[in-house]
């Protein structure tokens, strides 16, 4: 029932930066966490951020350092601003909400690093 609507990817070259924002369709202060997930063809889907509730923040190591995940609580939306982005960080994005057993994403958005 809840609606999770990714945008912002697209095709940046190497060392360049995306900010991808997830919408969410009710107040994001009804869930404990949100997240940003990828996955690349071939390879296995992998968590890249974490928020919770109180702000804290958690990161896959091949992301520390170049993206950071935050939310804005008052635009129900969460954004995940990639920087120093590599060829490895292709991938489509996904968004995710998770309150107990209840748990969303969105359709996903495609990022493509050129080398």
């Known amino acids: 029932q809840v609606q999770l609507v990714e945008s912002g990817g697209g095709l940046v070259q190497a060392g360049g930066s995306l900010r991808l924002s997830c919408v969410v369709s009710?107040?994001?202060?009804?869930?404990?966490?949100m997240a940003w997930y990828r996955q690349a063809p071939g390879k296995a889907r992998e968590l890249v951020a974490v928020i919770n509730s109180a702000g804290s923040t958690n990161y896959a190591d091949s992301v520390k350092g170049r993206f950071t995940i935050s939310r804005d609580n008052a635009k129900n939306t969460a954004y995940l601003q990639m920087n120093s982005l590599k060829s490895e960080d292709t991938a489509v994005y996904y968004c995710?909400?998770?309150?107990?057993?209840?748990?969303?994403w969105g359709q996903g958005t495609q990022v493509t690093v050129s080398s």
């Open positions: 009710r107040s994001i202060l009804s869930f404990n966490t």
């Open positions: 995710n909400v998770n309150r107990g057993i209840l748990n969303s």
